[in-house]
Every structure is written in C-alpha cells, then in structure tokens.
Nanobody
C-alpha cells in the first residue's frame, strides 16, 4: 500500500523560505518517478520539480529554477522541496506524487493530500 503524506506548508512573507516534506511508504526508492506539483485557486495543476530516483535525472519548472530544490532522502523515505525567496505567486496547494513507471504530464499513480503554502 503506497502512501504519501506532505507537511511543512504554512503562511510566510515574501522572501522567506519553507521546506516541504513528503513521507513515502510502500515505495521502492531505487526506481521511482517522483514529483512536486502545485495548484493555485482557479488555475491548473502544474509540475514544479521531478526526479527519477533510478538515474537521478531531475527537471524543474522555470518558475522554480534558482529558488526551489528537490531532494530525496532514501534512508528516511522522504521527498523534500526546499523553497527559497518565496513570492506571492508561489501561493498554492503543493502535492507530492510518485509512479513506478514514467508518467505523462501529471498522470502520476500515487498522490499525497497536499500542503498549503501562502505567501503574502
């Protein structure tokens, strides 16, 4: 049974930092596609950063480059998203996702319940 549980969201001021965590269970970290997505009110869900643990390949959205860093701690079964220099436009519900097979777009098999980030 795969379970993803996000935490670490909150309300912060512009320029502040947050680190989101996603505790993962039931997943073999050796070869998994994992990602952080976000969805703001009235907007479509968008990918923020992705990683393939089998080869370490990563991708990040233009809006995240230089500010957000995604990492995986296999020993703790936890996925992280470090967000620096937060902006009001980063306000959204943030979700982690995982899939053993290469997903198309946001068609990841497993999702967490989300954690809210508000920047104002």
């Amino acid at each position: 049974h795969v379970q993803l549980v996000e935490s670490g969201g909150g309300s912060v001021q512009p320029g502040w930092s947050l680190r989101l965590s996603c505790a993962v269970s039931g997943v073999s970290y050796s070869q998994y596609y994992m990602a952080w997505f976000r969805q703001a009110p009235g907007k479509e869900r968008e990918a923020v950063a992705t990683i393939y643990t089998g080869g370490g390949m990563t991708w990040s959205a233009d809006s995240a480059k230089g500010r957000f860093t995604m990492s995986v701690d296999c020993a703790k079964n936890t996925l992280y998203l470090r967000m620096n220099n937060l902006k009001p436009e980063d306000t959204a519900m943030y979700y982690c996702a995982a899939d053993p097979d290469c997903p198309t777009g946001d068609l990841y098999r497993y999702w967490g319940q989300g954690t809210q980030v508000t920047v104002s």
